[in-house]
């Protein structure tokens, strides 16, 4: 499937991306979501369950709201809370929530100003920020930064 | 969770055998549903979140336990 044909065909969950704002990166790789490749993990698939089953720091209260997704950034280096803009002395994650409050998505923010993200059970792409916005994901509540390695 | 999701845990353990073939086929994330169902948890403490582990730890359940095939 050509990129443009698999951005039209996930329009409805994501009405805001479009081939000329986003780019295709890897392939679906089943070991890690979304939470986990904006950490750059690409062993684990993240996530505070409360039965216990994908991983979560170690320490980190195991509840899908934003404080503890903060909490497992933070212990990753992502302690300082900014904006979207690039600045290359610093790497840079955005945690996504739903109109409930409850996270649903994180992406991380590349040396060009793009996004990184991977899409559930789907391939991996980069977008402009914002993006994603829409009734998947919600919008972006927080971002965090750490110092560029 | 998703009602579907949630269905099939109500269905308890006649659903088993057809969340571990899904499992081994489709790699669908049916790991909340079989420690529901089961009351039990194959995977080591280390492997939460490791997929490839995750998914071999309960296929080994399931032939143990008789429920998908080898």
Sequence with gaps: MMFEDFVRAIQPQFPLLTAANSRPTSPYDEGYNCIAWAAEDTDYWWWPDAMGQHYWPPDVLREETVASFIHAYGLQGYTERCDATLEQSK????IYTAS????????RQLSDGWWA????????IEHEFAALDGPTYGTIAVILARSAK | MNPAYQA????GAEALPMILED???NSGHWYWALKAISNEDPVLPRDRGSIKKMKGAWLQWGETKGLVRA
Excluded: E, Y
Aim: hydrophobic share 35%; glycine share 12%; charged share 20%.
């Design chain 2, 23 to 25: 499992l081994r086929q």
């Design chain 2, 8 to 11: 099939i845990i109500g269905m």
């Design chain 1, 91 to 94: 790497q840079k994650v955005a």
């Design chain 1, 100 to 107: 409930n409050g409850k996270p649903t998505h994180a992406a």
């Design chain 1, 117 to 124: 993200s991977k899409l559930g059970r789907q391939i991996d």
